[in-house]
């Protein structure tokens, strides 16, 4: 499918990523953007409508998505991180629950809500913002990682559902993006607009899986390997 004409809802816009997709979407020639924010009042970017958003919230979803009939183009973007001291932490399960909450959950909630808008529509697409994490934990990530895989399985299975109902669902994976998510990490990093227009020329492509840098190509490569990357992963944790 292409951006341009296309009616676009980003989830978590108001900054970051998700921002960088919804101004890609605007030059892209998208016939309509909608930012989904926990506070419309503090999002004013000109020609993009703001839509009251709680990923973790069942009503807000719903009243979204109740706001937005008119949405062909969905961008699971919304998401939290922690990092922590391991998988043996006593707070595993605490933070996992935590995490899972907006990131595995809350892609279950938008796609639930919007999905079948799309197909209304007559189809459409779906970007789900995963990692590379999804294949390569390490301890640091731990409780992350696991909602990244989740979502990744999740992503893979709805993919399957709603290709009868003509629309494309994308994941996209990447390593680290120069937003808030990733201050303090001195560590090379992504553009959001590099990471969005891999995520988009993709779509537009035709395809089902974004792989946004040179880290992410490298994981994938190798898993089906017997020395695959995630049994050695070259960095902390
Ligand atoms: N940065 C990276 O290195 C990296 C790498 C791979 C994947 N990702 C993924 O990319 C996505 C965007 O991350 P980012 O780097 O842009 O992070 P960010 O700068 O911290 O932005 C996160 C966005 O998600 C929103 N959000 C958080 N919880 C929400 C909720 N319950 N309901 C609605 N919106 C919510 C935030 O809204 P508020 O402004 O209201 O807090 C904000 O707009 C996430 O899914 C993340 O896991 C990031």
């Given at each position: 499918?292409?951006?341009?004409?296309?009616?676009?809802?980003v989830?978590g816009?108001s900054?970051?990523l998700?921002?960088?997709?919804?101004?890609?979407?605007?030059?892209?020639?998208a016939k309509?953007?909608?930012?989904?924010?926990?506070?419309?009042a503090?999002?004013d970017?000109?020609?993009?409508?703001?839509?009251?958003?709680?990923v973790t919230?069942?009503?807000?979803?719903?009243?979204?998505?109740?706001?937005c009939?008119?949405?062909?183009?969905?961008?699971?973007n919304?998401?939290?991180a922690?990092?922590?001291?391991?998988?043996?932490?006593?707070?595993?399960?605490?933070?996992?629950?935590?995490?899972?909450?907006?990131n595995?959950?809350?892609?279950?909630?938008?796609s639930?809500a919007?999905a079948?808008?799309?197909a209304?529509?007559?189809?459409?697409?779906?970007?789900?913002?995963?990692s590379?994490?999804?294949w390569?934990?390490?301890p640091?990530?731990?409780a992350?990682?696991?909602?990244?895989?989740?979502?990744?399985?999740?992503?893979?299975?709805l993919?399957?559902?709603?290709r009868?109902?003509?629309?494309?669902?994308?994941?996209?994976?990447?390593?680290?993006?120069d937003?808030?998510?990733?201050?303090?990490?001195d560590?090379?990093?992504?553009?959001?607009?590099?990471?969005?227009?891999?995520?988009?020329?993709?779509?537009e492509?035709g395809?089902?899986e974004?792989?946004?840098?040179?880290?992410?190509?490298?994981i994938?490569?190798?898993?089906?390997?017997?020395?695959?990357?995630?049994?050695?992963?070259?960095?902390?944790?």
């Amino acid at each position: 499918m292409n951006i341009s004409g296309s009616v676009v809802f980003v989830t978590g816009a108001s900054r970051g990523l998700g921002l960088a997709f919804v101004k890609e979407a605007v030059a892209r020639g998208a016939k309509k953007v909608y930012a989904g924010v926990r506070n419309p009042a503090a999002f004013d970017v000109p020609g993009v409508i703001a839509v009251k958003l709680d990923v973790t919230d069942e009503a807000s979803v719903r009243a979204a998505a109740q706001h937005c009939q008119d949405t062909t183009l969905l961008v699971n973007n919304a998401g939290i991180a922690s990092v922590m001291q391991g998988p043996l932490d006593q707070n595993m399960i605490e933070l996992s629950q935590h995490l899972m909450d907006t990131n595995y959950y809350g892609v279950i909630r938008v796609s639930q809500a919007f999905a079948p808008i799309l197909a209304a529509n007559g189809g459409g697409g779906i970007i789900n913002v995963l990692s590379d994490v999804t294949w390569l934990s390490i301890p640091l990530l731990a409780a992350y990682a696991a909602t990244k895989s989740a979502a990744w399985s999740f992503t893979n299975a709805l993919r399957l559902q709603v290709r009868g109902d003509n629309t494309q669902v994308v994941g996209l994976h990447v390593g680290f993006i120069d937003t808030d998510l990733t201050q303090g990490f001195d560590v090379p990093k992504s553009t959001p607009k590099a990471v969005v227009d891999s995520a988009y020329e993709t779509l537009e492509a035709g395809g089902f899986e974004a792989l946004a840098d040179e880290g992410s190509r490298y994981i994938k490569s190798t898993l089906s390997s017997a020395d695959a990357v995630y049994f050695n992963p070259p960095m902390p944790g």
